[in-house]
C-alpha cells in the first residue's frame, strides 16, 4: 500500500515538478500478478488495480485499515478497463468486460480477481472509500449507466459522460464513479474548469496510445500547475485543486469522487479567462 499524505495548498505552490508527481501522480496502476493500491490521507480514498494473470488474485486486507476484512468499514467500486475477467465477492461470480463494473458494499468479506484470458489480462481499477453502511452489490454497465453527451467539437472537448455509481444507479455511503470519453479530434476535458470544495477527486487516465501524454492541469485558480501523464496513470485532486487536462490524442478516464455530499452538479465553476 503506497501511502500519500495531505498536502495544502500553499506548500503545494513551492512544489518543483518531481515533488508534484511524487505527492498528486500515481505511475503504477497495474502490474501483472499483483493487486497495486495507493491509500490517499484526502477524504481516505484508496484506489489503484488488480491486474491477475496466471493465477487468481485475492484482496487481502492491508494493515494500514486496522480491520478484520478489506471492506468491514468500507465500500468499493471496481471498473475493468481491460479484457473479460471476473469478480468473484463472496463466492457469487460476476463476469466484467471492458468498461462494466461493480459497486460493492460495505461488508463483502471475499473479493477475488481472475482474468478469463490468462494472456491477455483483465484490468480492474478500484475506488474506495468509508462507509457507514452496507448496500446491495450492483453489476453497471454503460447500459444502465446515466450518460451525457457534452462539448464542441469547435472546443475540442467533445465527450461522453457514464455515471456508474451515482443516486440514480445504485445507492453507495459517498463513491461516486464514473467514465468519460473523450471522442476523436478532443482532447479537453473539463474545461472551463471547477473545483469542489465539497469533494476530492481522483483521475485515472487509460486508452491513450503509449507516445502519446495528457497535460493534466491542477493547484488553485491564479496559480496553476500541470502533470504531465502517460496511459494508466492516476492523479490525485484534493478539494481546493482544479482538474482539467488536455491530451495530445483523445482517451478514456475513470472520475471518482468522495466527500461531504454526492451531488455531481455541485461544482465551483471557474472561467478559462480566470485562470492564471
Known amino acids: 500500500m503506497d501511502i500519500r499524505y495531505s498536502n495544502h495548498p500553499n506548500d503545494s505552490k513551492k512544489y518543483n515538478t518531481i515533488e508534484l508527481r511524487k505527492n498528486y501522480l500515481q505511475e503504477k496502476i497495474f502490474s501483472r500478478d499483483e493487486i497495486c493500491l495507493t491509500y490517499s490521507h484526502v477524504d481516505r480514498i484508496i484506489f489503484g488495480g488488480a491486474m491477475p494473470g496466471e493465477e487468481k488474485l485475492i484482496l487481502s486486507v492491508a494493515d494500514?485499515?486496522?480491520?478484520?476484512?478489506?471492506?468491514?468499514?468500507?465500500?468499493?467500486?471496481?471498473?475493468?478497463?481491460?479484457?473479460?475477467?471476473?469478480?468473484?465477492?463472496?463466492?457469487?461470480?460476476?463476469?466484467?468486460?471492458?468498461?462494466?463494473?461493480?459497486?460493492?458494499?460495505?461488508?463483502?468479506?471475499?473479493?477475488?480477481?481472475?482474468?478469463?484470458?490468462?494472456?491477455?489480462?483483465?484490468?480492474?481499477?478500484?475506488?474506495?472509500?468509508?462507509?457507514?453502511?452496507?448496500?446491495?452489490?450492483?453489476?453497471?454497465?454503460?447500459?444502465?449507466?446515466?450518460?451525457?453527451?457534452?462539448?464542441?467539437?469547435?472546443?475540442?472537448?467533445?465527450?461522453t459522460i457514464y455515471k456508474f455509481i451515482h443516486p440514480n444507479v445504485c445507492k453507495s455511503c459517498q463513491l461516486s464513479m464514473g467514465v468519460t470519453m473523450?471522442?476523436?479530434?478532443?482532447?479537453?476535458?473539463?474545461?472551463?474548469?471547477?473545483?469542489?470544495?465539497?469533494?476530492?477527486?481522483?483521475?485515472?487516465?487509460?486508452?491513450?496510445?503509449?507516445?502519446?501524454?495528457?497535460?493534466?492541469?491542477?493547484?488553485?485558480?491564479?496559480?496553476?500547475?500541470?502533470?504531465?501523464?502517460?496511459?494508466?496513470?492516476?492523479v490525485i485532486s484534493p478539494s481546493w485543486s482544479i482538474h482539467a487536462g488536455v491530451g495530445t490524442s483523445n482517451y478514456t478516464f475513470i472520475w471518482g469522487m468522495c466527500g461531504e455530499n454526492q451531488d455531481f452538479d455541485d461544482m465551483d465553476h471557474i472561467a478559462i479567462k480566470d485562470l492564471k
Request: proline content about 3%; some cysteine; charged content about 30%.
Open 64 to 159: 494500514e485499515l486496522r480491520a478484520e476484512y478489506f471492506l468491514q468499514r468500507r465500500e468499493m467500486g471496481v471498473i475493468n478497463v481491460g479484457s473479460k475477467g471476473i469478480v468473484v465477492l463472496d463466492g457469487i461470480k460476476y463476469e466484467l468486460d471492458k468498461y462494466e463494473g461493480l459497486y460493492i458494499g460495505r461488508g463483502t468479506k471475499e473479493i477475488i480477481f481472475i482474468s478469463m484470458d490468462k494472456s491477455n489480462p483483465a484490468k480492474f481499477y478500484i475506488n474506495s472509500v468509508p462507509a457507514h453502511t452496507s448496500y446491495p452489490i450492483v453489476r453497471i454497465d454503460r447500459n444502465n449507466a446515466v450518460m451525457a453527451d457534452l462539448g464542441e467539437r469547435k472546443n475540442m472537448n467533445e465527450r
Open 182 to 234: 473523450l471522442k476523436e479530434g478532443s482532447g479537453w476535458n473539463s474545461m472551463p474548469c471547477h473545483t469542489h470544495e465539497r469533494r476530492m477527486e481522483v483521475y485515472f487516465y487509460f486508452d491513450l496510445p503509449e507516445e502519446q501524454r495528457i497535460f493534466h492541469l491542477m493547484g488553485q485558480q491564479n496559480e496553476t500547475r500541470h502533470i504531465v501523464v502517460a496511459n494508466e496513470q492516476a
